[in-house]
């Protein structure tokens, strides 16, 4: 199975700040990396898919980049609602498998 | 739009089978698959296996193939997953999940405890 690092596993930012989660593939997945948002007590929620494309609805403050096994997540101008657990998930090779999350949290 | 409404939480017994369901709503349900997905610890997630509703094939994670059965009525338009033998470790809370290439529409969770 392909395994999916993140980093960090948690983090703490102010308002306004910019912050980057990061995501290493064990292998090359060719950008079939999606990102999810889940607040507390919700179910996750697609953000990104294609490592770089946003899904309807999502703020353009979020931005995903990355090719190979690097991967990023962005958050320009963090607001209060951005506070989550943030998780990536390859979709090249089966099992999907997804990160061990990133808890964001307001300083 | 699109909904998937999961069946409420359950407290099973070691060694029994729980079934849950996810009902879908505001789409044709043969033309997403339906994924089902472990959340363990309040963070990790695991891919446990798809279901096509349209032809009922199904693949698992190899981690779970013992463990879950999938299955749909079409007629109402539901996925169900049977987990089976349980233990402590399988408790947790279960989503189902669909869209065309990703996780796009996700259930509202069955939260399953496994306690004597």
């Known amino acids: 199975d392909i395994q999916m690092t993140q980093s960090p596993a948690s983090l703490s930012a102010s308002l306004g700040e910019t912050v980057t989660i990061e995501c290493l593939a064990s292998?090359?997945?060719?950008?079939?990396l999606a990102w999810y948002q889940q607040k507390p007590g919700k179910s996750p929620q697609l953000l990104i898919y294609y490592a770089n494309s946003l899904n309807d609805g999502v703020p353009s403050r979020f931005s995903g980049s990355g090719s190979g096994t690097q991967y990023s997540l962005k958050i320009n101008s963090l607001q209060s609602e951005d506070v989550s657990i943030y998780f990536c998930q390859q979709n090249y090779d089966s099992p999907p498998t997804f990160g061990g999350g990133t808890k964001l949290e307001l300083k | 739009q699109v909904k998937l409404l999961q069946s409420g939480a359950a407290l099973v017994k070691p060694g029994d089978s729980v079934k849950m369901s996810c009902k879908a709503s505001g789409y044709t349900f043969t033309d997403y698959i339906i994924h089902w997905v472990k959340q363990s610890h309040g963070k990790s997630l695991e891919w446990i296996g798809y279901i096509n509703p349209y032809s009922g094939g199904t693949n698992y994670n190899e981690k779970f193939k013992s463990k879950a059965t999938l299955t749909v009525d079409k007629s109402s338009s539901t996925a169900y997953m049977e987990f089976s033998r349980l233990t402590s470790e399988d408790s947790a809370i279960y989503y189902c999940?669909?869209?065309?290439?990703?996780?796009?529409?996700w259930g509202q969770g069955t939260l399953v405890t496994v306690s004597s």
């Open positions: 292998e090359d997945i060719y950008s079939n």
């Open positions: 999940a669909s869209g065309a290439n990703w996780f796009a529409y």
